[in-house]
């Protein structure tokens, strides 16, 4: 196993042109934090520095990542109108915070009449007391025939 050196030597902190359209280029593609500083060519500490001392360096991510998402919104947009479903169910998840039903709501409705309830009632008292009465003439005949 061979060790690599990597030489350092301290580079001066301007936010040129060159390298603001590198930010901007490496927001644009979605790249973020660490990754987004050595795509564009600095380390991830000269970019926090950067971004510190030149607040145009951070605008340059910000417009990045505004052109990205507008350019993805517009063709997913574009995909959704010529029928895409896909695509139009992500339009409206991500827009326009939208979801689909997770749950079916189901709604029985039943009227109680309390008429009709207690006359229920009555009728099985009247069955049972009818019961009663039969057998206990059974058990009284039985005794006396005994």
């Known amino acids: 196993m061979t060790f690599h050196s990597l030489p350092y030597e301290p580079r001066p902190l ?8 590198a930010i901007y280029s490496a927001a644009r593609m979605g790249l973020k ?11 991830p500490t000269e970019y926090r520095r950067l971004c510190q001392m030149d607040p145009i360096a951070e605008y340059a991510e910000q417009k990045g990542r505004a052109d990205g998402e507008m350019a993805m919104a517009t ?6 109108l010529q029928g895409d479903a ?6 409206l998840k991500y827009a326009h915070k939208w979801s689909a039903p997770q749950s079916i709501q189901v709604q029985v ?33 039985a005794h006396l025939l005994r």
């Open 14 to 21: 301007t936010a040129t042109e060159a390298r603001l359209e």
């Open 109 to 141: 409705e039943q009227k109680i009449s309390i008429i009709a309830a207690l006359e229920q009632a009555q009728q099985r008292v009247l069955e049972l007391t009818a019961t009663d009465v039969a057998e206990e003439q059974q058990r009284a005949d």
């Open 75 to 80: 063709v997913l947009n574009d995909a959704a």
């Open 86 to 91: 896909k695509a139009a169910l992500e339009v």
């Open 33 to 43: 934090g660490d990754t987004l500083a050595l795509a564009a060519g600095m380390t």
